[in-house]
Each structure stands twice: as C-alpha cells, then as structure tokens.
C-alpha cells in the first residue's frame, strides 16, 4: 500500500472531534487547556483522578480553587510566562492535593484559536514514583561511597562482564 493510501486510510479515522476526544481522555497524561485569563476550560479523566474531583466541578474554575495559595501563585507565574512569551514552558513542580504530595513534569503550549484568542495546552505527567525511586538510588549511592571513603583498606573493583 502506498503512503499516500496509508494515510488517507488513518486520516479519515480521526476527522471527528468524538475520536480527538476519545485520544485525550485515554492519555495518562494529564491535559487541560486554561483561556487567557487562567480560567480551566478543559480536563481530561486523568486530571479528574489528579483533583479528585468530576470535570463538571473543575472547568471554570482557577489554580487557586484546587491549590494553596503558595502553589497557585507558582503555577500562574508559569501560565503568565507562557502567554507573554508565546513559547512553551516545561518545569517539575511538586505539589500537594488531597493531602498527596505528588511531583509532576509540566509542558505548558501557547495556542491561538481560530478566532485569535490565546490559551494555554498544558500536559502534565506524574513522575512522584520516579522521584522516590530517584530518591532511594541516590541514598543508596551516598551510603555506598561514604563506605568506600571510610574503609582504610585497599578495595579491588571487577568487571563482571567478560571482554572477548
């Protein structure tokens, strides 16, 4: 089959918005678009489980209904960074909802609609588990060099792996 057959054959699978909206929500990313006054406009499910609240609650709502007003500020500074810039934003930021401290990579893309208004597509991941995971290994490391630097007696390092 050529490309060009190719791609009309998976191009005319995803014309309808129902089928974009089927992508995004089954994402484990985090999406969610903001207008320009930082107001949320849309969430996808994994964000819903993020909040843990229903999209219902959430669209039409701002940072500062979900955040203290500390973590609120911080993200706003980056959404306002975004817009004033026209370029996109990527930062970790560690966070605290429901009680669950949770470290997330954001990017954060400026768009424009078709009728010239800016808003903001931010896609986030939670990479808590990677961080502690992160954490552990380094610990892990700390202690095995202070152990090595404290010995007063000569270590002999092998490469288990045989060169041929």
């Known amino acids: 089959m050529?490309?060009?057959k190719m791609s009309k054959k998976y191009s005319s699978g995803i014309d309808s918005k129902d089928t974009y909206k089927i992508i995004l929500e089954n994402l484990p990313s985090?999406?969610?678009?903001?207008?320009s006054d930082l107001i949320l406009t849309y969430i996808n499910s994994q964000g819903e489980?993020?909040?843990g609240k229903k999209v219902q609650e959430i669209i039409g709502k701002n940072d500062y209904d979900f955040f203290s007003v500390e973590q609120a500020k911080?993200?706003?500074e980056k959404d306002k960074e975004v817009l004033r810039s026209n370029k996109a934003v990527s930062s970790y930021e560690e966070i605290?909802?429901?009680g669950r401290k949770l470290t997330l990579k954001n990017q954060k893309i400026p768009l424009v609609d078709e009728n010239g208004n800016k808003f903001i597509l931010g896609i986030s991941q939670d990479i808590t588990e990677f961080k502690q995971k992160e954490c552990e290994l380094n610990s892990s490391l700390n202690f095995v060099e202070s152990l090595i630097e404290?010995?007063?007696d000569?270590?002999?390092?092998v490469n288990h792996i045989s060169r041929k």
């Open 49 to 51: 489980k993020l909040l």
């Open 150 to 152: 404290s010995s007063q």
């Open 96 to 98: 605290q909802v429901e």
């Open 74 to 76: 911080k993200l706003r």
């Open 154 to 157: 000569g270590l002999l390092v």
């Open 2 to 4: 050529s490309s060009n």
């Open 30 to 35: 985090i999406i969610f678009t903001k207008n």
